[in-house]
């Protein structure tokens, strides 16, 4: 089965897959962060002063990591967020700006104006849409979603904006609806997602909780968030 682990960001998809992986033997597939995208899109730049097309080539970048893993396992995985993900991260920023730290001011319903740059993109936006719309729909079986449930990580390399962060988990489930994709959603501490996620997929879980987190972990901290 091949199973999308989804979320906004700093919603814990990254440390849950790596868990899931270890609690019931299954492969995962990833792709590079932006962060670690970052320096070959755009060098010397943070994540807040890249331009739109610099914006744009990083998510096309990440994408693309995505279909390799995702086509190298074939038809048996859990995957760390797909590429709607993707889309999203780009596509909110239509309403927050390209640097949304710097829309945090705003109000519920209330949006940046719509500048030049900001129409364009949010065309290319709408096109890149519907590319990776098609891959999700033929590349997965079910999502397993994520609440936007936990504090916002102020890491110095995600949008701190909540308002963006809420859109953008919106946006997720609104547009699995459209696609009439199922997805489940479970939250709480990660014994009870994973505990939760093995009901769910019907997996006897090959080593302890204790142990599958301890390892996941481990293999977290050499991670580039």
């Avoid at 640097?99 to 129409?119: F, G, M, R, Y």
């Avoid at 919106?170 to 009870?192: A, N, P, Q, R, V």
Wanted: one cysteine or more.
């Amino acid at each position: 089965m091949r199973i999308g682990l989804t979320g906004t960001y700093s919603s814990g998809k990254t440390l849950t897959s790596l868990i899931i992986s270890e609690y019931l033997n299954l492969p995962r597939t990833e792709a590079r962060t932006m962060r670690e995208i970052l320096p070959f899109a755009a060098p010397g730049k943070t994540l807040e002063e890249v331009t739109s097309p610099q914006l744009i080539q990083m998510i096309i970048t990440r994408h693309m990591d995505r279909v390799i893993h995702e086509y190298k396992l074939k038809d048996r995985f859990i995957s760390d967020g797909c590429s709607l993900q993707e889309w999203i991260y780009g596509s909110v920023r239509v309403k927050y700006g390209m640097n949304p730290n710097q829309s945090i001011h705003l109000k519920d319903n209330e949006t940046v104006s719509k500048t030049t740059e900001l129409a364009y993109f949010e065309n290319i936006m709408s096109e890149l849409g519907k590319v990776f719309k098609r891959h999700v729909q033929d590349s997965f079986d079910l999502f397993i979603h994520l609440p936007n449930e936990l504090s916002l990580a102020k890491d110095g390399h995600r949008p701190v904006n909540e308002l963006f962060r809420s859109a953008s988990d919106e946006l997720l489930k609104d547009t699995f609806d459209e696609l009439d994709m199922k997805y489940h959603i479970i939250g709480g501490s990660l014994e009870e997602r994973a505990d939760a996620i093995a009901e769910l997929l019907k997996i006897k879980p090959v080593k302890s909780i204790q142990e599958s987190i301890e390892v996941a972990n481990q293999k977290y901290k050499t991670l580039i968030m």
